[in-house]
């Protein structure tokens, strides 16, 4: 009787006699291997829209005020304008911060939008910020044009100056909140809003100062839908393991 021979190793020996050489197992790549990703901006809209405001911010501070004036006219959200062009100057009127770079609004635009951004992503974070800035500007500018149609207003109130970026920041304001744990979103939205009820309240500005609370109403409004998004881009507690374990 033939003895067969042990096969080396690495050799496996099948049925019919003939030694075949077992696939070598995929070498692993070294630790730290491979092509490196950039990393990504955090927060690409709020960055860009900063640097937007930081080019008209400059333009005003620097250029001649007669035409800075103009430029502030053409993009303001009055009647007069937003009856003629209403798409075109609800965005342009979004590209101007009224009282210049070093507005609180600014500040508040930094912090709250990159806040915002990095739970909902860009795309809704400006979602929010429009529907804010829409909603409020024809929530205030809307009775003044029925108030100059009915003769309770002159027609020069149809051309009042009327531009920034307040009231989007006030819809984000109120947005955050419904993201945040509640021993940090009732502060906020009582110091935020105690700030726009005493402006309301010293009749400075009373249609401005109407809208930022719309503003902030209508951020608060779209709670189920940010806490919805921001779930939804939260990565799952078995992804999370998983990542962790490869």
Do not use: C, K, N
């Not at 209508?218 to 839908?225: E, F, M, R, S, V």
Request: proline share 9%; net charge positive.
């Amino acid at each position: 009787m033939e003895r067969s021979s042990p096969a080396p190793p690495g050799v496996s020996r099948p049925l019919d006699g003939i030694p075949r050489q077992r696939a070598p197992r995929p070498a692993e790549p070294p630790a730290g291997g491979g092509p490196r990703r950039r990393p990504r901006v955090p927060v690409p809209f709020t960055l860009s829209y900063a640097a937007v405001l930081v080019v008209t911010s400059w333009v005003t501070a620097h250029l001649d005020p007669a035409l800075v004036h103009a430029l502030h006219q053409g993009s303001s959200t009055d009647v007069a304008h937003l009856l003629r062009a209403p798409v075109l100057v609800l965005v342009a009127s979004a590209l101007w911060v009224a009282g210049g770079i070093l507005s609180p609004f600014t500040l508040g635009f930094l912090l709250v939008l990159g806040a915002l951004e990095r739970r909902l992503g860009g795309v809704r974070t400006a979602v929010v910020f429009l529907v804010g800035h829409v909603l409020a500007t024809l929530a205030t500018e809307v009775p003044v044009g029925l108030a100059v149609l009915v003769g309770h207003l002159p027609d020069s109130s149809l051309h009042r100056l009327d531009y920034g970026i307040s009231f989007g920041v006030a819809a984000s304001v109120g947005a955050l909140a419904g993201l945040l744990r509640p021993w940090l979103r009732w502060p906020l939205l009582a110091a935020f809003g105690g700030m726009l009820a005493q402006d309301l309240l010293s009749f400075t500005d009373p249609m401005t100062g109407w809208g930022h609370l719309i503003a902030l109403a209508t951020g608060i409004g779209t709670w189920p839908w940010v806490r919805r998004r921001a779930a939804a881009r939260e990565p799952r507690a078995g992804d999370v393991s998983a990542r962790r374990s490869a």
